[in-house]
Nanobody
Framework: QVQLVESGGGLVQAGGSLRLSCAAS????????MGWYRQAPGKQRELVAT???????VYADSVKGRFTISRDNAKRTVDLQMNSLKPEDTAVYYC????????????WGQGTQVTVSS
């Protein structure tokens, strides 16, 4: 069984910072892409940032220059450093990993709430 566990969400004032972390556990041979997504109330889940096994990162336009995604392959973790937070960043944030077991599978974390007050 593979599990993704997120941590680091919370309440912060506009302009503040938070760091999210997601750790994978279980029998894992390899992890390809890792990413963060978010879903605000009444909206569809959207991509925030992804990072490949070669450390190539892609960001949503709305977070470019403010958020940084990073990964630690040895620890099987992916982090999202969020700076200059805005109220519109308020959402449930989910991590996602493409993991090789007997085949490649997509796994999602349970989500962590980020609330930015104005």
């Amino acid at each position: 069984q593979v599990q993704l566990v997120e941590s680091g969400g919370g309440l912060v004032q506009a302009g503040g910072s938070l760091r999210l972390s997601c750790a994978a556990s279980g029998t894992i041979f390899s992890i390809n892409a890792m990413g963060w997504y978010r879903q605000a109330p009444g909206k569809q889940r959207e991509l925030v940032a992804t990072i490949t096994s070669g450390d190539s990162a892609v960001y949503a336009d709305s977070v470019k220059g403010r958020f940084t995604i990073s990964r630690d392959n040895a620890k099987r973790t992916v982090d999202l450093q969020m700076n200059s937070l805005k109220p519109e960043d308020t959402a449930v944030y989910y991590c996602r990993m493409t993991i090789l077991m007997t085949m490649w599978y997509e796994y999602w974390g349970q989500g962590t709430q980020v609330t930015v007050s104005s």
